[in-house]
């Protein structure tokens, strides 16, 4: 593996033990082992208030590798995008799609330096898959990165995937713009797989939930499915459309679709023609 990073050397990184991150927080509820006491007390604390959250993440990693394996072994996908991928865990992007085709490129995009860390001793011998470290709200800076430019052919179909990272935006980070710009490099052909904390309802109790959330988390947005809808704007939604994330092209029959575990988290394909 080769590797950089446009913001942080992750040679010279202070780890500071003090400060929680998104990517060890959802490591914990993964149930990693790359995580700290202030982690697991911010995970702690998210669970006190969604106890399905660990349930949430396992059904966005479960479907993570459906997109993936349908993208790369049926459309024939063969570059993957994929910002804010977190600590690498168990079956990441690049074993996916390798799997389907051993010559797919995967760029993994996250802005913690520890993301590179960790990925550079599990890449060491992969030539087709890179780390970087870059913010994805500089959309630009991603994209001409070194790496990314090296490893992915903006001239052939690319899956950008999205997976997980938009909720942690605020709408003043403007989400929609950073995914127009992205729209805009990708040529037709192109994918783009993006899940998303997604409002309950209406009611009061369903934004006081979300409210007490993101607080935990201490940035971000819950939003409704029709803004969910606006990330998509000129792409071709593939069927079942944006849905809750089992539900989108399930291996296994779901018992009950109504738990918040099943529905707090949605999502869906998208294809640029
Ligand atoms: N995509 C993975 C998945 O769905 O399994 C991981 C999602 S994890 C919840 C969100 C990741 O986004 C974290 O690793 C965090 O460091 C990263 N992240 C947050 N803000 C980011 C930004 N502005 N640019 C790049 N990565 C970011």
């Known amino acids: ?31 990693g082992k ?4 202030i982690d697991r007390q911010v995970a702690e604390g998210s669970l006190g208030i969604i106890p399905e959250l660990k349930e949430i993440a396992l059904h966005n990693r479960a479907v993570l590798h459906r997109v993936v394996r349908y993208l ?20 990441n992007t690049h ?15 996250d802005i913690d330096p520890i993301v590179l860390a960790h990925g550079r001793a599990l890449l060491q011998d992969n030539d087709n898959t890179r780390v970087v470290t870059a913010d ?21 179909p690319v899956c950008v995937m999205l997976v997980g990272i938009l909720h942690h935006l605020a709408d003043d980070e403007d989400p929609k713009g950073i995914v127009k710009a992205l729209r ?11 899940t998303n904390f997604t409002r309950l309802s209406d009611s009061e109790e369903s934004e006081e939930l979300e409210r007490q959330l993101l607080e935990q988390l201490g940035t971000g947005r819950v939003r409704t499915p029709a803004e969910l809808e606006e990330f998509f704007e000129g792409l ?3 069927s079942p459309g944006l849905v809750p994330l089992p539900l989108w092209r399930p291996e296994e029959i779901l018992t009950d679709a109504t738990t918040i575990g099943v529905r707090f988290m949605t999502g869906g394909v998208g294809k640029k023609n």
């Open 1 to 31: 593996m080769s590797s950089d990073s446009a913001a942080v050397d992750p040679e010279i990184v202070v780890l500071d033990n003090g400060v929680p991150t998104a990517a060890r927080v959802y490591d914990v509820m993964l149930n």
């Open 34 to 37: 790359d995580n700290y006491a």
């Open 72 to 91: 790369a072994a049926e459309q024939g996908i063969t570059q993957f995008l994929d910002l804010g991928s977190g600590l690498p865990t168990v079956r």
């Open 95 to 109: 074993e996916v799609a390798q799997e389907a085709n051993p010559d797919a490129k995967v760029v993994y995009v």
């Open 136 to 156: 994805l709200r500089k959309p630009d800076e991603v994209l001409k990165h070194p790496d990314v430019q090296e490893m992915i052919d903006f001239s052939k």
């Open 184 to 194: 805009e490099a990708a040529v037709p052909g192109s994918y783009f797989f993006i």
């Open 236 to 238: 071709e939604i593939l």
